[in-house]
């Protein structure tokens, strides 16, 4: 038996489109970590619990079982089990809704945290309500709007230990399809550092004419056209036209609000500069894993009591 | 000799990205119309004599020269022979700027229009500088602004004949990016058709809050995820959403003055209800290829003179 077999309590597992990252825990404290690239996006439904096991298989024993607590996209309508949505407003984690999912292998007992649905206006969440709860569980009593910025960006009402309501924009995946997909992949070409001063501008000008994004997106075509656009400035226009609208749509939200942005440092710090540009504070910023290790841990003490 | 080729006295030429359209002239008399699908981003620098040869070959005799009239990409950096651009605020047709094309076959004298470019804010255009001179032909003295829609939607303001400047909205190619490529294209499936309802209301929505676009596109995959949006909805929403940004964020060119729409039928229709849905004055509608060819007629005049 391994080291790390011996001592693991639980594992808790991020299970989102593209990737599957697991940590071996004792308590709150992290043994170990794994990740693959088996997002569910690539899996077929009897694929999980090989690709599962292939992760983690290290930190197992014969003769035990360890709890494992997943949340994110592996409990979506295509991934390993559907695991239900709870409808906000709520407390972030809810038991009765997790889902548990038969195993061949009797080394582990999986749950899947449920999702998170609105109705007006409609909108869903899978794995963000754990971080969600993780933050909470972090910061008890916060009261104000959690930002999660991302491919499908998140922003969160919090209060009294629940989310009141959320709103998500796709801006991340809208960047990459212009990046990679649009007539503009030829002024970007292979370019990945944004101009900071063409970012800047560029947020400026998509918060006050936001109505006006599909003629800055082609002017921005046609100045690497006449020649007066480098690469990295169509980047960074691309990507502070669309972060400068989604923070400007979001005023309400942070403006004399207190707001925390979660999410990975390098585009927390765009945003964060997009919120400082429009007049927001400087945000404070906390690492995405930190509270989804957090929230994966608050789910599994619900399963412990 | 074919009647055609005995009667012709000038081919005119629509070139664009996708397809190539000709056709037979005598005066502004159509003779025969042909098209190919034989798109600039098709072809190699070599393979445009033979492609244009394989459209119009049936209309040219041996021992005469046709002049040849092409408008569109076929004069794009990428294209045929790079035309330049004219600057706006101009005359739509400059026949000092126009280029002749060497060929092989003594038979065509082929001539590219050029495009037309503008600095601030920077756009470009290639092609519809000859359809609003062929609209400006049909309507002598109109003042007012003209509206393009399209892959590359294009407002004109025209004035004292001329060109004072233009805006391109890359709304056709986001749409086609959303329904063919994002998440999206889960809620939409092979729906065509869009529904009239969810095209109005998202007008609306997306001329009062544009900045939220991003996120009233993943509230239109929650509503499919929950079950309550329907595919020709979920089309529906995301043409009205992005029309309805376009047509409020030029509410400046069509507000108290004429406007003409310049297009295909089916698409100036979803424009002209977005347009009184949100205020204006039902727009005039013109046949975009009787304004291209009365365009290439006017360029050919120049030639003659």
Redesign the interface.
Known sequence: MSDIAASVEWIAVDWGTTNLRAWAMAGARVLEAAAKPLGMGALKRNEFEPALLGTIGAWLADGRTVPVVACGMVGA?QGWVEAP?VQAPSLPLDARRFTEVATDDRRIAVTIVHGM???D????MRGEETQLAGFLALEPGFSGTACLPGT??KWATLGRDRIAGF?????G??FA??RD???LRHSVGDETEADDGAFAEAVTE??A???????????????G??G??RPAEALGRISGL?IG??V??MRAAWIERPLVLIGAPALCDRYSRALTLLGARPPAVIDAERCTLAGLAAAHRFLAV
């Open positions: 309508r949505y649905s609105q109705i206006p409609p909108d869903v499908h960006s709103r998500t924009f796709m801006t995946e809208l399809l212009l997909q649009s007539i998509g918060g004419a936001p109505g006006a994004l599909a003629a800055w997106l082609f002017s921005t075509r046609a100045q056209l006449l007066t656009l669309l609208m989604e400007c749509a």
